[in-house]
């Protein structure tokens, strides 16, 4: 490489201790960490004890759930500390090795464990009932009401402990996956419109397709999914894995489909699924209506993907340094209080995060912590985008709705599901949004926050959605016996693409392939609970700004509830109901507002 300035990616050892999570709240060393996963393994045969013991009385009952409560508690720890040294680089043996040990002792456990289910549900409903009432086995009622709801769904004692056993390798697809995109896939170097070459990875392709110049942007497109080309019989064989497992799955526990078998355990109507994906697709004239002014904005004479990130008030984009980033966020969130932000800001500009990329790291951004850790975040922060001001945002969110629920709940109630924690997140980031609206000091500013809260409703709204409706039909095509060939996803993804972009966008074949890069396809029917946070966010973040009466109060009580309820009551106390279709039509209806105030700006 000759010319320009090269910008490649540190090693993880050269990145500053400073810029990086501080793990000591899980364990100060890996050495401590093998401490407590031998003692961890050295308890599984405790388990044996309560097997058999279960209907004997409650308080048996209640001795032996309380055992295994601080057991997984234990292992929370164990898991998460592994996966976050994991993350910091995926070609790191000895950081694979140790997550790979900790899922060996995970699988065992869950298989000694394998009986809880069965021995709970033999015990004769009546007799359960009755003992539910019982002061001792009251800080389990509600674990036991859920686990007594999955009846019809569970099986023998010996056929769990099977597929317990599977705990393992069920999973290979998604690791296969991670290893190859995250570490072994190599796709070079772009040279920037600045003059500046940029190693081209995943954590880097979204910011280079900001990029003003539509050369960098068309050769960073083209250059990112050659390797996805190069590999795709690979990808598309380790996502029908991925799906056939799914499918699997819901047929062993006597599910109707996977999809169902999904929102079960949310207890979410298959409506609230299917309205989502019904609402979005009657509104997707507003969208391309919004691709046909982009496409103007920009002088073009066709709209590719490629075309559909760059800022269109370029102008106003500008750097913030993660100290910058820390405090737009924290004044954003004022309407929360001041003890919301005073402890956001310290864990900020602490090391509850893994800043910066590094060679290796896992892509993206995510919140992971337990109920005895801090909140860690991983972000791959990069001054030039604003985007991942908003992600910084998004990922506090999440952050402290673990240590609000953490701090309130019990630990078989504190971990929330994630139906509820996208509502935390995109929340954060819409009171972002107002205060940088309130900051606006011209048309054109107005209209670049306006243009980026646009592109958010359109990638958390009703992108996820195709994306959803990409899983439902994937897992309908694997059930109805119709193999997932490269082929069969690629066409249908296709149909997909050409109903969502519409018939004036440009979609190039590459495009296809990005079904194969979607990390959140290998947890199936994830990605339509963004759809349904933001559209719940919308409206409690208009209530709490406002400062509707008892809204903020509200609010944080949702945060702190937990998983004390079922995820669609949550939602209702905190004050929006997601099965009426009112709130994803509401936001879906400000979607079209917004595209026409823009196209008056601009």
């Known amino acids: 490489m000759s010319g320009g300035i090269v910008t490649s990616l540190p090693a993880r050892k050269d990145v500053p201790a400073g810029d990086t999570w501080d793990l000591a709240s899980l364990f100060r060393s890996d050495t401590d960490w093998e401490s407590m996963l031998a003692a961890w393994e050295q308890r599984i045969p405790e388990y044996a004890a309560c097997a058999g013991?279960?209907?004997?009385?409650?308080?048996?009952?209640?001795?032996?759930?309380?055992?295994?409560?601080?057991?997984?508690?234990?292992?929370?720890?164990?898991?998460?500390?592994?996966?976050?040294?994991?993350?910091?680089?995926?070609?790191?043996?000895?950081?694979?090795?140790?997550?790979?040990?900790?899922?060996?002792?995970?699988?065992?456990?869950?298989?000694a464990a394998s009986f809880l289910r069965p021995e709970i549900m033999a015990i004769p409903p009546a007799t359960l009932a009755a003992w539910m009432a019982l002061p001792v086995l009251a800080p389990y009622r509600l674990l036991l009401e859920r686990l007594v709801r999955t009846r019809s769904h569970t099986l023998s004692e010996p056929e769990e402990k099977l597929l317990a056993m599977q705990g393992t390798f069920a999973g290979t697809a998604a690791r296969v996956f991670r290893q190859l995109t995250d570490a072994d896939l190599k796709f070079g170097f772009v040279t920037t419109g600045?003059?500046?070459?940029?190693?081209?990875?995943?954590?880097?392709?979204?910011?280079?397709?900001?990029?003003?110049?539509?050369?960098?942007?068309?050769?960073?497109?083209?250059q990112f999914y050659a390797q996805?080309?190069?590999?795709?019989?690979?990808?598309?064989?380790?996502?029908?894995?991925?799906?056939?497992?799914?499918?699997?799955?819901?047929?062993?526990?006597?599910?109707?489909?996977?999809?169902?078998?999904?929102?079960?355990?949310?207890?979410?109507?298959?409506?609230?699924?299917?309205?989502?994906?019904?609402?979005?697709?009657?509104?997707?004239?507003?969208?391309?209506?919004?691709?046909?002014?982009?496409?103007?904005?920009?002088?073009?004479?066709?709209?590719?993907h490629f075309d559909c990130y760059v800022p269109l008030v370029p102008e106003l984009e500008r750097r913030h340094t993660w100290n910058e980033a820390?405090?737009?966020?924290?004044?954003?969130?004022?309407?929360?209080?001041?003890?919301?932000?005073?402890?956001?800001?310290?864990?900020?500009?602490?090391?509850?995060?893994?800043?910066?990329?590094?060679?290796?790291?896992?892509?993206?951004?995510?919140?992971?912590?337990?109920?005895?850790?801090?909140?860690?975040?991983?972000?791959?922060?990069?001054?030039d985008a604003i985007e991942h001001v908003f992600t910084l945002a998004h990922e506090a969110g999440h952050s402290m709705h673990t240590r609000?629920?953490?701090?309130?709940?019990?630990?078989?109630?504190?971990?929330?599901?994630?139906?509820?924690?996208?509502?935390?997140?995109?929340?954060?980031?819409?009171?972002?949004?107002r205060l940088l609206l309130q900051r606006a000091s011209s048309p054109r500013e107005r209209a670049a926050i306006l243009a980026r809260e646009i592109d958010s409703i359109r990638n958390t709204i009703v992108r996820q959605t195709m994306f959803a409706e990409f899983e439902r039909r994937s897992h309908a095509s694997a059930e109805a016996g119709e193999p997932l060939t490269l082929e069969r996803v690629r066409s249908l993804y296709r149909e997909l693409l050409d109903a969502y972009f519409g018939p004036a966008f440009t979609i190039d074949p590459q495009l296809e392939l990005e079904c194969l890069r979607i990390p959140h396809f290998y947890n199936a029917f994830y990605v339509y609970k963004y759809a349904t946070?933001?559209?719940?966010?919308?409206?409690?973040?208009?209530?709490?700004?406002?400062?509707?009466?008892?809204?903020?109060?509200?609010?944080?009580?949702?945060?702190?509830?937990?998983?004390?309820k079922w995820p669609l009551e949550l939602l209702r106390d905190?004050?929006?109901?997601?099965?009426?279709?009112?709130?994803?039509?509401?936001?879906?209806?400000?979607?079209?507002?917004l595209v026409d105030e823009l196209a008056t700006l601009l």
Request: charged share 20%; aromatic share 10%; glycine share 8%.
């Open 53 to 111: 013991t279960l209907g004997s009385s409650p308080e048996r009952l209640a001795e032996c759930l309380a055992f295994d409560l601080a057991y997984d508690r234990e292992g929370d720890r164990l898991g998460t500390y592994a996966h976050l040294r994991a993350s910091e680089d995926q070609a790191a043996a000895e950081a694979q090795r140790m997550l790979g040990r900790f899922q060996h002792v995970a699988t065992r456990a869950a298989a």
């Open 194 to 222: 600045k003059g500046e070459q940029v190693e081209l990875s995943n954590a880097t392709f979204t910011t280079l397709l900001h990029d003003a110049s539509r050369d960098v942007r068309r050769t960073a497109f083209h």
């Open 228 to 304: 996805y080309q190069a590999h795709a019989h690979t990808l598309a064989a380790t996502l029908s894995g991925s799906v056939e497992r799914d499918v699997y799955a819901a047929r062993v526990r006597a599910h109707p489909s996977a999809v169902e078998a999904a929102l079960f355990h949310d207890n979410i109507p298959l409506a609230v699924y299917d309205q989502l994906i019904a609402a979005v697709r009657g509104r997707l004239p507003a969208l391309h209506r919004y691709y046909d002014l982009r496409r103007r904005v920009l002088g073009l004479d066709d709209i590719h």
């Open 326 to 383: 820390v405090g737009a966020v924290i004044e954003s969130l004022q309407p929360l209080g001041a003890g919301y932000g005073e402890r956001l800001q310290q864990g900020l500009l602490g090391r509850w995060c893994d800043r910066y990329p590094n060679a290796g790291k896992q892509s993206g951004a995510f919140s992971s912590g337990t109920y005895d850790s801090d909140p860690y975040i991983l972000m791959n922060f990069q001054e």
């Open 404 to 433: 609000y629920s953490a701090d309130a709940q019990p630990y078989q109630y504190a971990s929330y599901t994630i139906f509820v924690a996208e509502v935390a997140s995109t929340f954060n980031e819409q009171l972002l949004t």
């Open 533 to 564: 946070g933001l559209a719940a966010a919308i409206t409690l973040a208009k209530r709490v700004a406002e400062e509707v009466p008892g809204a903020l109060e509200a609010y944080l009580g949702f945060l702190r509830a937990g998983s004390s």
């Open 574 to 593: 905190a004050g929006v109901d997601l099965e009426s279709p009112e709130p994803v039509a509401t936001a879906l209806d400000r979607f079209g507002e």
